[in-house]
């Protein structure tokens, strides 16, 4: 199977997953003007069918420091480092008390400067896949490592003329809901824009002029319209690439 195929596939899978049973974030992600550091706070709000009684675990990269977690009351929650911390990525248990059918939490981090499998944030580069490198927390499937899919909001803020491209539907130029359970993604750098509309639309973000950009895109909508006949409707409003 093509890597295109793959990725619309993996799509289509991941709606098989409740939505009503997924961790669900709300997050702010500031990079610097330099390109090589990023503050991250947000809001986590977790279904109690994904803890093992009071604990919950979670994931981040070690390019990331100063994790901090609390309550919606401001109580400080711990988050224990987990077992081999110097490497990546690293695993937190947090202990939460209460009978809450949802459990929410505030968090925030900085730092992140540095290349990872599918991430890099080094002055010239930025972008991060969360499945191969997490860059937010993650949480763990209760008694296992395996890390569960979200869905949330996201928005990033960041250099002046750079764009940021996400895995999720986009609200407007720096805000991204992801509304399939999914690990999230981004890209951001000073992008050329090729958009094609067709039975699903279609844009390409390219570092440069090519000539037969539009060519591609079009040709894009036209495999995705007929792997939708095989696979089912399309969950996202656009692809891109």
Same mark, same amino acid.
């Given at each position: 199977?093509?890597?295109?195929?793959?990725?619309?596939?993996?799509?289509?899978?991941?709606?098989?997953?409740?939505?009503?049973?997924?961790?669900?974030?709300?997050?702010?992600?500031?990079?610097?003007?330099?390109?090589?550091?990023?503050?991250?706070?947000?809001?986590?709000?977790?279904?109690?069918?994904?803890?093992?009684?009071?604990?919950?675990?979670?994931?981040?990269? @070690?390019?990331?420091?100063?994790? !901090? *977690?609390?309550?919606?009351? #401001?109580?400080? /929650?711990? %988050?224990?480092?987990?077992?081999?911390?110097?490497?990546?990525?690293?695993?937190?248990?947090?202990?939460?008390?209460?009978?809450?059918?949802?459990?929410?939490?505030?968090?925030?981090?900085?730092?992140?400067?540095?290349?990872?499998?599918?991430?890099?944030?080094?002055?010239?580069?930025?972008?991060?896949?969360?499945?191969?490198?997490?860059?937010?927390?993650?949480?763990?499937?209760?008694?296992?490592?395996?890390?569960? @899919?979200?869905?949330?909001?996201? !928005? *990033?803020?960041?250099?002046? #003329?750079?764009? /940021?491209? %996400?895995?999720?539907?986009?609200?407007?130029?720096?805000?991204?809901?992801?509304?399939?359970?999914?690990?999230?993604?981004?890209?951001?750098?000073?992008?050329?824009?090729?958009?094609?509309?067709?039975?699903?639309?279609?844009?390409?973000?390219?570092?440069?002029?090519?000539?037969?950009?539009?060519?591609?895109?079009?040709?894009?909508?036209?495999?995705?319209?007929?792997?939708?006949?095989?696979?089912?409707?399309?969950?996202?409003?656009?692809?891109?690439?």
């Amino acid at each position: 199977m093509t890597i295109l195929g793959t990725v619309v596939l993996a799509a289509a899978l991941a709606v098989a997953q409740d939505t009503n049973d997924v961790p669900r974030y709300d997050m702010d992600v500031r990079f610097a003007a330099d390109l090589r550091a990023v503050a991250v706070t947000g809001a986590l709000h977790v279904p109690r069918s994904l803890m093992s009684s009071d604990t919950l675990e979670l994931r981040l990269s @070690r390019l990331f420091r100063e994790l !901090r *977690f609390t309550e919606e009351s #401001g109580r400080v /929650v711990n %988050a224990a480092a987990l077992g081999d911390t110097t490497g990546d990525p690293r695993n937190y248990r947090l202990i939460v008390g209460g009978a809450r059918d949802t459990v929410r939490l505030r968090f925030s981090y900085t730092g992140g400067s540095g290349i990872g499998f599918g991430y890099a944030l080094d002055g010239e580069a930025a972008f991060a896949a969360s499945n191969l490198t997490a860059w937010y927390p993650l949480l763990n499937r209760a008694d296992t490592w395996v890390p569960v @899919r979200g869905i949330g909001r996201v !928005r *990033f803020a960041v250099p002046n #003329g750079l764009t /940021v491209v %996400a895995s999720g539907a986009r609200r407007d130029a720096s805000t991204y809901d992801f509304v399939v359970p999914s690990f999230f993604s981004y890209s951001i750098a000073r992008y050329i824009r090729t958009a094609y509309d067709g039975p699903i639309d279609v844009t390409f973000y390219t570092l440069q002029e090519r000539p037969d950009t539009r060519a591609h895109a079009q040709r894009t909508a036209e495999l995705l319209d007929v792997l939708q006949r095989v696979f089912g409707k399309y969950p996202y409003p656009e692809f891109a690439m």
